[in-house]
């Protein structure tokens, strides 16, 4: 794996992409195609990573870039940007949606969050490198091919194989209070029961690669637990359809005009987060939803291969509601157990 990773955190983001694209972004109607990652491997030494893709487009008009996959195993956005290929229809917009629904193909494929081949977390690659591996090569793309065309990035997610959290729409903050307000125009308009405002993930994410652009980002945690939820689903489908028509790229519909309200609140800093203070069995004392006080205690770490040792207990550090839990019993010191939100003024 050195060697595989050896020109991957060059990541400057230079140079041209080596993935090859077949549509052609300016014509109208629709196009699904496959990107062409070349992967010259011992099975197929001629190979290359068909990465699915597709283009709607009618006429003048913003552009959204609606992506999923972006972790392998958060699934709900998968679904609705996999439908919205087969069902939309370049008639009944105006302008054009590209279509990434499986932003990191191996990951997916694989029902991981990482990458199989270079164990690359796609959201933490970005600008990316062409001359990187897979991973490494697809951020660039998308950064360079994709983000660069698109006005908004709305970016998929969930809560992954160890995270689950009440469906949630979020933006990050900018120094910008015009910027901020847009995108927490966005937010709402997405209508998941909750919305948030956070710091970012940093610039090695898609956030990171939007604001490089000058570009506004949508990101979503719309469930998880590696499984797929119904409501969650449900709010993937709608919150594509709903920020189409916050853009203006389709008219608006019972599904903006009789949008759930959306809670909106603020994802701070460290106190927000809870992690395990030791290796074992986590037993939670909150569930999602909860509101809780800052010193109560979150749970605690019960030894089961030691029944005589007292449990170690995990407290909450700052008082707000309890947004995300951690899904697998086991936990290792470290591991996020809970991130909570406030509300917002
Ligand atoms: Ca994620």
Redesign the pocket.
């Given at each position: 794996m050195a060697a595989l990773n050896a020109t991957a955190n060059g990541g400057m983001g230079g140079g041209k992409t080596r993935i090859g694209c077949e549509i052609d972004f300016d014509a109208d109607g629709k196009q699904v195609s496959w990107l062409k990652l070349p992967f010259s491997v011992h099975r197929s030494a001629y190979g290359h990573i068909a990465i699915p893709i597709a283009c709607i487009k009618n006429g003048k008009g913003p552009t959204l870039l609606a992506m999923s996959g972006?972790?392998g195993d958060?699934y709900e956005g998968q679904i609705a940007t996999t439908k919205l290929i087969r069902d939309l229809d370049p008639k009944d917009i105006k302008g054009r949606v590209i279509v990434l629904p499986a932003a990191n193909f191996p990951a997916a494929m694989a029902g991981m969050r990482t990458s199989p081949i270079d164990q690359g977390n796609l959201?933490r690659t970005f600008p990316g490198d062409p001359d990187g591996t897979p991973t490494w090569m697809i951020s660039h793309f998308i950064e360079t091919e994709l983000v660069s065309r698109a006005d908004v990035i709305l970016d998929l997610?969930s809560g992954?194989s160890s995270l689950l959290y009440i469906p949630s729409a979020l933006v990050a903050i900018s120094k910008d209070k015009k910027r901020t307000e847009r995108l927490i125009a966005l937010a709402e308009a997405f209508g998941a029961p909750v919305g948030y405002v956070n710091a970012g993930g940093g610039d090695r994410t898609s956030t990171g690669a939007a604001e490089r652009a000058g570009k506004l980002r949508l990101g979503t945690e719309l469930g998880g637990a590696g499984m797929v939820g119904i409501d969650a689903k449900k709010f993937a489908e709608d919150g594509v359809r709903r920020v189409m028509e916050h853009m203006g790229i389709a008219p608006k519909s019972k599904l903006t005009t009789n949008k759930p309200k959306t809670r909106m609140m603020d994802v701070g800093g460290d106190d927000y987060y809870c992690f395990a203070p030791d290796a074992g069995l986590f037993e939670p004392y909150a569930d999602l939803g909860a509101m809780v006080k800052k010193g109560q205690v979150a749970g605690v770490v019960q030894f089961v291969d030691n029944p005589l040792r007292e449990p170690v207990p995990a407290y909450f550090g700052r008082d707000g509601m309890v947004l995300c839990k951690r899904v697998p019993g086991r936990v290792e010191r470290g591991d996020c157990l809970f991130h909570l939100a406030t509300d917002r003024d």
């Open positions: 972006n972790h958060e959201n997610h992954g």
